[in-house]
């Protein structure tokens, strides 16, 4: 059960930095305006929480390749390179789940404040 909460913490870890350097990189002027998401008042379907729980499995694969990468990279330009490569994968596989990034953000910000959603998602990984 740890285990699990720990990966899906690291998937949301790696995809807040993901979205954060995703939009500092899209226009560095709109990612302060832009407003948080209130978990409260979001509905989330069980479709989209199984892409948010198939897209976080994968960000954590993502995540333990491209750290080793990271840390085996010589000079800084070769780490932002490999951050810039991570992120791109990251982005591609919340894509590919079905859901966009800032979809998924919101979902990853909800999961963190709602026990029980955070359950429901543990249980959806599991299985």
């Known amino acids: 059960m740890k285990r699990m909460t720990a ?3 690291a998937a949301l870890l790696s995809a ?4 954060a350097t995703a939009h500092a990189q899209q ?3 709109a990612a302060p305006e832009q407003p ?4 409260p008042a979001m509905d989330i ?3 989209q929480l199984q892409q948010f729980a198939d897209a976080s ?3 954590v694969v993502i995540s333990q390749e491209y750290t ?4 085996a990279a010589e000079d800084e330009p070769a780490q932002q390179e490999v951050q810039m490569e991570a992120n791109d994968k990251m982005v591609e596989a919340v894509e590919d789940s079905g859901l ?5 953000n919101a979902i990853g910000q909800a999961v963190q404040q709602d026990p029980e959603l955070m359950q429901r998602v543990q249980d959806m990984v599991q299985s």
Request: proline fraction near 3%.
């Open 68 to 71: 080793e990468r990271l840390q």
């Open 16 to 19: 807040g930095l993901m979205s």
């Open 7 to 9: 990966l899906i913490s």
């Open 36 to 39: 948080q998401a209130s978990a």
């Open 45 to 47: 379907s069980d479709q």
């Open 100 to 104: 966009d990034v800032d979809t998924f």
């Open 27 to 29: 226009d560095p002027a």
């Open 57 to 59: 499995e994968e960000i």
